[in-house]
């Protein structure tokens, strides 16, 4: 069974500091790597995807990619109280139609 | 651009009763899902479908059934209401079935 494992929090960052959110997932053949952002009582919305190695970068935002060790990762940097939500990670195996597999989220919240 | 539109937003219905949430994508998406999500928990997956007549069940399918009668729509069907059925309930579509998923608003189910 596919599993998508998060903290699930609440972690608290001060304002204008670094978040650093972090995923591991059980299926190996995974190839495709979510994060999402979720306000209380909103639909889930993409912040980044990311299908290879290493680290990719947008913004403020910076996903981290690990398939030897299972393992996603998603930094914020310059924090802002408005990135206070819940952040999901979701992965999806190789070409696999049967949608994405999500963690439970983790509660950030950014102190002002 | 209207995406992912789900109708009713919100809904309360008594033990045993039936009722169809309504799903529809004007993006031309071949992918859509069904998820429901409880509180502090990620999101399960119901149903999904790959095409126009084609449908396949999720995670957690029973007490559900959906149809795909054409690429814009994907309603789901509850029979015989039950409380465990309280949840959140979200629709989503994607392009390819390893890409981001794009989610509706969400309906806000409570079986009483």
């Known amino acids: 069974q596919k599993e998508v494992e998060q903290n699930s929090g609440p972690l608290s960052v001060p304002e204008g500091a670094i978040a650093s959110l972090n995923c591991t997932y059980s299926?190996?053949?995974?190839?495709?790597f979510f994060w999402y952002r979720q306000y209380s009582g909103k639909s889930p919305e993409l912040i980044m995807f990311?299908?290879?190695?290493g680290d990719k970068e947008d913004g403020r935002f910076t996903a981290q990619l690990n398939k030897a060790s299972q393992y996603v990762s998603l930094l914020i940097r310059d924090s802002q109280p408005s990135d206070s939500a819940t952040y999901l990670c979701a992965v999806n195996s190789g070409g696999g139609a049967d949608g994405l597999t999500f963690g439970k989220g983790t509660h950030l919240i950014i102190q002002p | 651009n209207a995406g992912v539109t789900q109708t009713p937003k919100f809904r309360i219905l008594k033990i045993g009763q039936s009722m169809t949430l309504q799903c529809t994508q004007d993006m031309n998406h071949n992918y859509m899902y069904w998820y429901r999500q409880d509180p502090g928990m990620g999101l399960k997956l119901i149903y999904y479908?790959?095409?126009?007549?084609?449908?396949d069940k999720g995670e957690v399918p029973n007490g559900y059934n959906v149809s795909r009668s054409t690429t814009e729509d994907f309603p789901l069907r509850l029979e015989l209401a039950a409380p465990s059925q309280t949840s959140v309930y979200f629709c989503?579509?994607?392009?390819?079935?390893?890409?981001?998923?794009?989610f509706g608003q969400g309906t806000r189910l409570t079986v009483v």
């Open positions: 299926d190996r053949g995974s190839q495709s």
């Open positions: 990311i299908y290879s190695n």
């Open positions: 989503a579509s994607s392009s390819q079935g390893n890409t981001e998923a794009f």
């Open positions: 479908s790959v095409g126009a007549g084609i449908t």
